[in-house]
């Protein structure tokens, strides 16, 4: 078991400019989360996978960011015509099951800049 | 609307003293509660979580927390801090019907004093 894992670990982009983060989750676990963490703040929810569906998206993911989760294995945020405001640690989970109960594992993040 | 409130943005407390970390929850049902460390650069892990039965629950690190519906909360302590312990601490709330995201506060800032 080798944790969730994120890359990049840290990403300076110029406004207007798309990126796109990768998520490997734990092996065997069915539910892939995406949280968003801003200086001072706590995580905050933008969207979950059940396998390869995306079952639930945050008003806060605008029309300018995509998830996508193909196989129900990795996935990938995608943030188009990136802004300033979107200058945040984002975080990738990951848990076996689909009890709320269950712990959700934590990557490291990514760290993103826009300049 | 589920919301999650830790009152204390910074707390300092010199090692070897008590420690209680103050989280006050608002939702309708009983809710699944939990309390997350995130150290700098690492990522955030799972100290204790309640979801039903007995309200006091243990975790790891030697840290527990106590449910008290009476008051919407659910306090983490633990008797004598470590300076290891110094780190950033998230209360969160979940339930069934949200689909397993998670509410979190915006945090609380331990310094641990020698």
């Known amino acids: 078991d080798t944790g969730v894992s994120q890359d990049p670990r840290h990403k300076i982009t110029k406004r207007g400019q798309n990126v796109t983060f990768r998520c490997d989750p734990i092996?065997?676990?069915?539910?892939l989360y995406w949280y968003r963490q801003t200086l001072g703040q706590g995580p905050e929810f933008l969207t979950y996978f059940q396998n390869e569906a995306q079952l639930e998206k945050s008003r806060l993911l605008s029309d300018r960011f995509s998830a996508e989760r193909p196989k129900g294995s990795f996935s990938t945020l995608e943030i188009q015509r990136t802004e300033q405001g979107d200058s945040a640690m984002y975080l990738c989970?990951?848990?076996?099951?689909?009890?709320?109960?269950?712990?959700?594992?934590f990557g490291p993040g990514t760290r993103l800049t826009v300049t | 609307a589920q919301s999650v409130t830790q009152p204390d943005i910074h707390i300092t407390v010199s090692e070897g003293a008590s420690l209680e970390l103050r989280c006050n929850y608002s939702y309708g049902a009983t809710p699944y509660l939990f309390w997350y460390v995130q150290s700098p650069g690492q990522g955030l892990q799972l100290l204790l979580k309640?979801?039903?039965?007995?309200?006091l629950v243990q975790g790891i690190k030697g840290f527990e927390a106590e449910f008290k519906r009476s008051q919407s909360s659910f306090n983490l302590r633990k008797p004598s801090v470590h300076w290891s312990d110094a780190a950033e601490y998230f209360c969160a709330v979940g339930a069934d019907n949200q689909g397993g995201k998670l509410i979190f506060g915006q945090g609380t800032e331990l310094s641990v004093k020698p």
């Open positions: 309640y979801f039903s039965g007995d309200t």
């Open positions: 092996s065997e676990h069915n539910r």
């Open positions: 989970a990951s848990s076996l099951a689909d009890s709320p109960a269950d712990e959700q594992y």
